[in-house]
């Protein structure tokens, strides 16, 4: 009887000490007349989270619900941290693009029901991009009502934002960190054209707040960078 109730015991506390798992809840979120399928990624009821806002690929794209799980590819990341995380992602779609106000606005809003929901305060995100997606960091950088606190880009091209260097003297773009991964075998942005913009764009705002990881085997997709270069992604997760 006591050797049965030890082994109970220790499978008790195994299960205790496993990590809860992130569950994800779908929404729509509506901006005027435009109307974002949405999610969030979280563990019960978070009281002091780090929320992290995924922009994702495809801005432009005629499937309009790709934040309902583009947001899931951050929480392998987030399943070992010790702290409270977060994860919101909008979708873009075709017209309604990230460098939109509607859909900058959209964010915001989606940032406002996650406050409402768990009764907490958010006053900084951290931001994720991949491909055109980091036109969305861009975008929520210069026009967002949170502060942000650090940025990962990846296989990304901002040359249709601004110049670098007149980008990376605004204000809001010199707060917080910015970290790219850029590939040299990227077919849609080929680092002959990203590189020179990036160098420029860290070369103002300096080595400890602008990162550049380069590969030269990189490619464009976010599944090369997971299989390939799995520590620069969580070294950007606290």
Same mark, same amino acid.
């Given at each position: 009887m006591k050797t049965y109730f030890l082994v109970l015991c220790l499978a008790v506390l195994a299960v205790a000490s496993k990590p809860a798992p992130f569950r994800a809840d779908s929404l729509t979120i509506?901006? !005027?007349t435009f109307t974002s399928p949405s999610a969030v990624w979280h563990k019960g009821s978070p009281k002091h989270p780090q929320v992290y806002v $995924?922009? %994702? @690929?495809g801005m432009q794209s005629s499937k309009c619900a790709k934040g309902y799980e583009a947001g899931g590819m951050l929480v392998p990341y987030l399943e070992k941290s010790q702290k409270e995380n977060?994860?919101?992602s909008v979708s873009a779609c075709k017209e309604n %693009? *990230?460098?939109?106000p509607t859909v900058l606005k959209t964010v915001d809003v989606m940032l406002d029901s996650v406050e409402a929901r768990f009764q907490i305060q958010i006053d900084t995100v951290s931001l994720v991009g991949v491909s055109d @997606? @980091?036109?969305g960091i861009a975008g929520y950088t210069l026009y967002g009502k949170r502060a942000v606190r650090a940025r990962l880009l990846v296989s990304t091209n901002l040359s249709a934002v601004s110049d670098a260097r007149n980008l990376?003297?605004?204000i809001r773009v010199r707060q917080g960190s910015w970290t790219f991964l850029q590939g040299g075998s990227d077919r849609l942005y080929p680092s002959n054209r990203t590189?020179?913009?990036l160098d420029e764009f860290c070369s103002v705002l300096g080595a400890k707040q602008c990162v550049i990881h380069f590969d030269n085997r990189g490619e464009h997709d $976010?599944? *090369?960078?997971?299989?390939?270069?799995? !520590? *620069?992604i969580r070294d950007f997760v606290p």
């Open positions: 509506s901006v !005027g $995924w922009f %994702h @690929g977060i994860v919101v %693009h *990230w460098l939109t @997606g @980091g036109l990376s003297k605004a590189m020179p913009w $976010w599944s *090369w960078w997971t299989a390939n270069r799995e !520590g *620069w």
